[in-house]
């Protein structure tokens, strides 16, 4: 099992530009999330999805739209980057009860 | 305020204890945790606690739940250089699968 897969692990945009955010998880979970870190926050949520079809806001949406694409992928997109999307964002997964898996990171950069 | 809130930094010397100490707000909380994150890497789950537990030990882990006063501590005992990291404690609500988490708190051991 690969567990939570994110790519990419680096990115730098230029204000206004768009990309997409993928993440993967091989452990047939069905909720997905998708975090930012940034430095002295902790992890803030960006949007979940419980399961496959279904996505809600986060504490932090704007800015941001989400795709789930299939169960096992979940996909972030910044339609319009700005400096302020400068973050690391963290995808997870969950079944129920005790744990949420992360990925590695995704380390993005907006000039 | 915030949901869930911990101390900033912690500097411990090689063979010591160190206890790191979280509050949270909300009483229906069902599951408490502890994270690590190492430098560059995503973040791992260390133990958890549910809520009604009052301490849960692991090898060198003890992790001591006071709900009257809202109150989580992670001990790590004989702490290794090994050990340093920014640890998040976090909880998720009784009403659904959303994780928060507090802001971390830096560990250092120092040799």
């Known amino acids: 099992n690969a567990g939570v897969t994110q790519t990419p692990k680096f990115q730098v945009l230029k204000t206004g530009q768009s990309m997409t955010l993928q993440c993967a998880q091989d452990?047939?979970?069905?909720?997905m999330y998708w975090y930012r870190q940034d430095p002295g926050m902790g992890l803030r949520l960006i949007y979940y999805s419980a399961s496959e079809g279904t996505t809600d806001k986060g504490e932090v949406p704007n800015g941001y739209n989400v795709s789930r694409l299939n169960k096992r992928e979940f996909s972030l997109r910044l339609e319009s980057a700005a400096p302020s999307q400068t973050s690391v964002y963290f995808c997870?997964?969950?079944?129920?009860?005790?744990?949420?898996?992360f990925g590695p990171g995704t380390r993005l950069t907006v000039l | 305020g915030e949901d869930v809130e911990q101390s900033l930094f912690l500097s411990v010397r090689e063979g010591d204890s160190s206890v790191i100490n979280c509050t949270y707000t909300?009483?229906?909380?069902?599951?408490l945790y502890w994270y690590k994150q190492e430098p560059g890497a995503g973040l791992q789950l260390l133990t958890y606690?549910?809520?009604?537990?009052d301490m849960k030990q692991d090898q060198r882990l003890t992790v001591l739940l006071n709900k009257k006063d809202k109150h989580l501590s992670l001990r790590i005992a004989d702490t290794q250089t090994g050990d340093s990291a920014i640890y998040f404690c976090a909880e998720i609500k009784a009403a659904g699968n959303k994780l928060t988490f507090g802001g971390g708190t830096r560990v250092l051991v120092k040799p």
């Open positions: 606690i549910f809520s009604n537990m």
């Open positions: 909300d009483s229906s909380s069902t599951y």
């Open positions: 997870a997964s969950h079944y129920q009860g005790n744990e949420q898996f």
């Open positions: 452990m047939n979970h069905n909720s």
